[in-house]
C-alpha cells in the first residue's frame, strides 16, 4: 500500500519543525527534521570545519526542545551557560551560543515552525463569571447573544424571556442592561468556549434534567429579528425608514394569509436563500428551519400560507426548501466522495453499469435511511438521527445527504463487481480522509479512496479533534445505554461497541476503530 497524507498530530518526519538561524548572514540556516538532531555546526574560528555541537530533541508538546551540549566547550542559552554533557530546554527564540562571548562563536536563533496545529489552538485564559447567564446564573448553555447590546445568555433562558415579553406584546428587553434587542441568535464561537469551560470544570455541569429543560425551552434556532414594528411607525417616516421596514417586514406584516397577520411584537426569521422576512411560528407545523444545517428558510411556510409570489418581499420558490422524498437527482454533487472526481467518476459508470438511473439508486438508499439500516455517524448533518425522507431540507443539505448516501453505496459495492481495473485498486491507508487524492491525480486514480481510513486519521483525529470523538462516543453511550435499558436480561459487562445498534458488519468495524 501506499503511504498518503493525512492531518495528523505527529508531525512527519520530512517536515522541518524548527530551525536554527545564524545571526551572522554568511552561514547558512539549520533545518532540522528529525525528532533527535545532532548539530554539526561551522564555528567561525574553526579551521577543521564542521564538529559535533549540540543534540536537540524535540518534545512531544512541539512548542519547546531539549538541547544537549555535545562539544567540549560550555554553550551559552539566553545567556545562561550549560557545560558539556549537560542539557536545557529551549524553545522559540531561545538564543544560543557555543563557546565563551567574544571568540567568534556564530551565535543562531532556534525558531519552531508552526504547525497547523499550534497555528489551530492559543491558550485562552478566561474568568468563568464573564461565561454566566444573568438569567440562571450558570454558565451558558447553548449561548446566544442579543444585538446591539451584544450580551450573552442560554438559549432555553432567553427563549422563555422573548415568550414572555412577546405575551405581553412588549418590546423584548435585554435581561441584563435592557436595551432594547433587535436580533439574536446562536453564538457558535461562544459555545466552543462553554463547551471548553465545561471540559476543564466539569463540577460546573448542570443536572441532566436541568439541561432536558433549558433545551426544550430553546427555540432560537438561526437568529431572529426583534425589531418592533410600532417604534418604527411613532417616527417620522423618511425614505430611509421605508426601506428600513421594507427590510423588517414580510408578505404579512402588511396583509392576512392564511389567518395570520405580524403585529408589533411578532419575531421575524431571514431566509437564508432569498434573504426576505417570515414571522418566526412555533407549533404550527411547518418547517421554517432545515434540519440538516438549522438555517431558516421560507418555501415551505409561504406555500403553507397559500403565498405564491409579492411584489414588495422576496420569496423563495418551493424547489429551494421541500422534503427530501419530493426532490430529484441527476448529477451526482460535486460534495460527493469528498470532491474527489476520480471516485465520482466510478460511481458514475457503477450506477450505468447496473442500467439504472442516479435518482433511482438516491431513492434506494433514501428508502434505507427511513429503514435506519444506514449508521448515521459519519452524516455530516446537524440532526442527522431525526431525519427522513419526509424532512424538508436546503439544496445545500440534499447534496450533503446525497454524498453520504453514494459513500455508503460505493462501499457496499464491494459485494458487488466495480468496473474492473477499478475492483483491482488497493485502498488508500488513509481512506476518505486522503488529503494527497485532492492535489495528485496519480495517487487519486492508483487507489480507492472510497473506504474508512486503516492508519493515521483515527489516531490522529483523536488527538486532534478529541472532543468530537468524544462525542460521538457519549452519542453512541446512550443509544446502547437506552437499548440496554430495554433489554434489561442483557449482561452489561458486553463491549459496549461491539453491539452498538447497527446490523452491518461495516458499520462494526467503524466502531471498533474508537
Ligand atoms: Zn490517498
Ligand atoms: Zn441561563
Ligand atoms: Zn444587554
Ligand atoms: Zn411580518
Ligand atoms: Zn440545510
Ligand atoms: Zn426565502
Known sequence: ????????????????????????SRYSEIELRLK????????????????????????????????QNKSSKEILVDETAVQDEDAAVIKCGSEILLGPRDEGYV????????????????????????????????IWHDVVTAAPCLHNFCNGCFSEWLRRSQERRSS?????????????????FLHNIEEDIMLADPSLKRSTEDIALLNSCASIKSPLVLSSRKSRRKR???????????????????????????????VHLQCQACGGMMPSRLNIGVQQHCLGCDRAFCAAYWHSQGVNRSNLHPLCSPETFKPIAERTISRIPSLAHEKNHYEQNITERCIRQMGR????????????????????????????????????????????????????YRITMIRHPLPSE?????????????????????????????????????????????????RVKEAKYEKINKMTKNYAHVDCTFDVWAVCSSVNEAQENDLEKF
Open 1 to 24: 500500500m501506499e503511504k498518503g497524507e493525512s492531518s495528523t498530530a505527529e508531525l512527519p518526519e520530512d517536515e522541518v519543525w524548527a530551525k536554527l538561524i545564524p545571526m551572522d
Open 36 to 67: 533527535e538532531t545532532v548539530i554539526c555546526s561551522e564555528v567561525k574560528n574553526s579551521s577543521s570545519g564542521k564538529q559535533e555541537w549540540c543534540k536537540i530533541t524535540r518534545n512531544v508538546d512541539i512548542v519547546s526542545a531539549v538541547m
Open 107 to 138: 551565535k543562531y536563533r532556534f525558531e519552531i515552525m508552526p504547525t497547523e496545529e499550534s497555528r489551530r489552538y492559543i491558550q485562552v485564559s478566561l474568568d468563568v463569571e464573564y461565561a454566566k447567564c444573568c438569567i440562571c446564573l450558570n
Open 172 to 188: 423584548v428587553l435585554c435581561p441584563q442592561c435592557r436595551a432594547v434587542v433587535q436580533f439574536v441568535g446562536r453564538n457558535h
Open 236 to 266: 417620522e417616516r423618511s425614505p430611509s425608514d421605508a426601506a428600513e421596514s421594507w427590510e423588517h417586514s414580510c408578505p404579512q406584516c402588511d396583509t392576512e394569509f392564511g389567518g395570520f397577520q405580524c403585529n408589533e411584537s411578532t
Open 357 to 408: 438511473s442516479l435518482q433511482d439508486v438516491v431513492a434506494d438508499w433514501i428508502l434505507k435511511l427511513d429503514k435506519r439500516e444506514i449508521d448515521r455517524t459519519r452524516m455530516p448533518l446537524n440532526h442527522a438521527e431525526m431525519i427522513t425522507s419526509r424532512t424538508p431540507t436546503c439544496s445545500e443539505c440534499y447534496d450533503k445527504l446525497v454524498s453520504f448516501l453514494l459513500y455508503w
Open 422 to 470: 477499478e475492483a483491482q485498486r488497493e485502498d488508500c491507508w488513509y481512506g476518505y480522509a486522503c488529503r494527497t487524492q485532492h492535489h495528485n491525480p496519480e495517487h487519486a486514480q492508483k487507489r480507492n479512496h472510497v473506504c474508512r481510513p486503516t492508519r493515521g486519521v483515527y489516531n490522529a483525529k483523536l488527538l486532534y479533534d478529541n472532543r468530537q470523538v468524544s
